[in-house]
């Protein structure tokens, strides 16, 4: 068991998450930019180390600014929450050559699956279905000639992203060209990777999601399926029932977005 945490997000994932670490009776430590000063989980969070300034790129992004953090505070572990760091496999290797728990997937784990265009790559190895799309583009020009051969409609999307961040709509090859500079920058800001690729968009479809949950100890179960179809700005909107559990350590949710990438 840990002893502290630092949840390396903010707002209301950082809080949902020290909820949970106070029931369960472990310390927490918040982080937090210039601009998150008076922001709710940094008051109640046991502690809070100012950790840089207003740009994720400086802060939240920051492996140098966390794990600093991290030896500060004296925390065994680190909480990714969703987005932020979560999902970079370079991260989760540093926090593992530091000796600070990274309380997620492996780096090895998060190089397969955590982007989008490798995650395409390994499901084609296995047989798996596809919509049709591309890997990581060269460029707008790129962008143009592969979508003319996909058809439009078309997602562009950052194959970093996540929560719905990092995502266009492009009907033609007007909105594609618009979309690409702002969606290459959003990439990058929020994620650190402006790699982008281009995937098919269904007009028409159902987005059923399985849970899969393991222990790291060769233990994965199943949690069940979910309809994810009803969306709010490319976001999932979800009613979710904790698994049996799971509502003593603080996790009951209630209705809320959730990442749809």
Known sequence: MFRKVLIANRGAIACRIIRTLRNMEIGSVAVYSEADRHSLHVQQADEAL???????????????????AARKSGADAIHPGYGFLSENADFAQMCADSGVVFIGPTPEQMRVFGLKHTARIMAHECGVPLLPGTGVLAGAGEAVEAAGAVG??????????????????CRSQEELLDSYE???????????????YIEKFVTSARHIEVQIFGDG???????????????????????????PGLRRAGTALRRRPCGYG
Not at 52 to 66: K, N, R, W
Not at 183 to 193: C, D, N, T
Not at 232 to 242: D, G, L
Request: net charge neutral; hydrophobic share 40%.
């Open 50 to 68: 100012l950790i840089g300034p207003p740009p994720a790129a400086q802060s939240y992004l920051s492996f140098d600014a966390i794990l600093g």
């Open 152 to 169: 439009y409609p078309v997602m562009l999307k950052s194959t970093a992203g996540g929560g719905g961040i990092g995502m266009r709509l």
């Open 182 to 196: 702002a969606v290459e920058a959003l990439s990058r800001s929020s994620f650190g990777s402006s790699e982008l």
């Open 217 to 243: 100890l060769g233990i994965v179960i199943a949690l069940g399926e979910r309809d994810c179809s009803p969306q709010r700005r490319n976001q999932k909107v979800i009613e979710e029932t904790p698994a």
